[in-house]
């Protein structure tokens, strides 16, 4: 750019140079109004400075003339032969002033087409600086664009900022102080809770007892008491043998055509079943509970008692019902319990540990009393059947586990008293676990000893609710 301007404030000048020297040069020798300057010594006599040539004659005529050398003079003519013979000065400076145009001609000539070029290249960075300050324009209004947006966005950042704030400081507290209300309330209810424990610790250090009354009719045992009317199922007074006082039960009188008697409940692990062996003799736990209506028809957690079966089972042939539920809700039918099973027991005396004789099975939970379980061969299954077995608590060891060695007792790593062999494929005075699968870990001697029946859950799962209740057996 800067060269182009240079290169055309040169051309231009040197055109002007050109024609001032011409005009300057003109003026100082040829005075306007027609006067020699006196300096000059030698006179030439001009009829006139000039004379326009006749309006009917061309001009081209004279002007061949020019180049016309007149050495003897000492001159040269003038273009126009009006105007007589130049000077020698006049001619030469005439000369030179030509050769020099001409070579200037042809320089500029030469320059022409750079100067061209420049121009046309000078266009383009005019339009290229036109662009760019087009586009400096248009960025700048983005920037302004982006400048209110991002002023915009502050505002509303500050606005959200100053509402978090205000919520912050106003509802926060309140709501904590809610909470607060609600921790307070929380922490009043654990305290009358916890006096609630005290006081149900403190009541329950003598023996519960039933305070249910109780019906008026009753019989030698259930189903004597179902013939008698007494159809609902709940708990009443049996008297088996006349010559031994009465005593109470559960009967239930639903369950396929009633009259069987409960001898052992299990539902929600409320009694303890780890017992010596006296309190298996003589019975223990709730036989039913009143819930309010006066009478007992919700059956508690027991044992009836050793002596007890040994003397009902005695009685004459006697039908043993196991039923069970596990922890997935199968309910119970009113006729016909899917899980349970039936079959003839007789139970013998104290003076012979209370051996199990079980017989003539049939039911759907598998036989754990009369086969063992099944899922063990050989003499791993033997050694889990019940039937023949003696009866063993922790504090009487009658199992088949190395009899004799106190550290090797079922009844002592099983949980309960029970018939052990060595040890069980059923354990229905085991741990009470809540869920249902249970493991070693939670064992407290790593054995499996939860409410066992291996022949429908597997040792690792314990039952919800198991029952065992005897009823005569009639032949049908
Ligand atoms: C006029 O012409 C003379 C002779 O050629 C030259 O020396 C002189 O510089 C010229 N004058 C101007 C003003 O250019
Ligand atoms: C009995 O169980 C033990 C231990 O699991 C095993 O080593 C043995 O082979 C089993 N016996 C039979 C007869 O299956």
Not at 314 to 340: A, I, R
Request: charge should be neutral; aromatic fraction near 8%.
């Amino acid at each position: 750019m800067k060269l182009l301007l240079m290169l055309v404030l040169l051309g231009s000048a040197a055109w002007a140079q050109d024609y001032d020297d011409y005009d300057t040069n003109n003026t100082a020798t040829v005075d306007a109004r027609g006067h020699r300057p006196l300096t000059r010594g030698r006179e030439l006599y001009l009829s006139s400075r000039y004379n326009p040539p006749p309006i009917s004659s061309g001009v081209t005529g004279p002007q061949q003339q020019e180049k016309v050398e007149q050495p003897e003079s000492g001159g040269c003519t003038h273009a126009m032969d009006e105007m007589g013979v130049l000077c020698p000065n006049g001619c030469e400076l005439k000369t030179m002033l030509q050769k020099q145009e001409r070579s200037v001609r042809i320089s500029l000539n030469s320059l022409r087409p750079q100067v061209e070029e420049l121009s046309r290249e000078s266009n383009q960075v005019f339009n290229y600086v036109k662009s760019m300050s087009t586009n400096l324009r248009e960025r700048q209004r983005v920037i302004n664009n982006n400048n209110d947006v991002v002023g915009q966005y502050t505002d509303r950042v500050e606005e959200q900022h100053a509402y978090i704030k205000e919520t912050v400081d106003t509802h926060l507290p309140s709501t904590i102080r809610v909470l607060q209300g609600v921790l307070d309330k929380v922490r009043l209810k654990i305290q009358k809770l916890e006096k609630a424990i005290q006081t149900q610790t403190q009541s329950c250090q003598e023996p519960c007892k039933t305070k249910c009354p109780v019906p008026v009719v009753s019989g030698k045992e259930c189903e004597d008491i179902f013939r008698r009317g007494g159809l609902e199922s709940q708990m009443y007074l049996v008297r088996p043998d006349p010559s031994s006082a009465p005593y109470r039960v559960y009967c239930d009188q639903q369950t396929q055509n009633g009259g069987w008697l409960v001898i052992q409940n299990r539902l929600d692990g409320s009694v303890d079943f780890g017992r010596r062996w006296d309190d298996y003799r003589k019975g223990f736990g709730n036989i039913a509970l009143d819930v309010g209506k006066g009478h007992c028809q919700t059956p508690g957690e027991y044992w009836l008692g050793n002596d007890r079966i040994s003397q009902i089972s005695k009685m004459g042939p006697t039908t043993l019902l196991v039923e069970m539920e596990d922890w997935s809700g199968t309910k119970v039918q009113p006729k016909l319990k899917p899980n349970s099973i039936l079959t003839q027991l007789k139970l013998n005396s104290d003076s012979t540990n209370y051996v199990l004789a079980v017989d003539v099975y049939s039911g759907t939970a598998g036989n754990c009393l009369l086969e063992g379980s099944t899922e063990l061969i050989g003499i791993n299954r033997t050694m889990t059947i019940h039937n023949g077995m003696m009866f063993s608590t922790y504090d009487r060891d009658n199992d088949n586990w190395n009899p004799g060695d106190p550290s090797k007792q079922c009844s002592r790593e099983d949980g309960g008293g029970w018939w052990y062999n060595r040890c069980h494929s059923a354990n229905p005075n085991g741990r009470y676990y809540m869920g249902g699968a249970y493991t070693k870990l939670m064992a407290k001697h790593g054995t499996d000893d939860g409410m066992v029946w291996m022949n429908w859950k597997g040792s690792w799962y314990s039952l919800k609710a198991i029952s065992m209740k005897i009823r005569p057996f009639f032949q049908s």
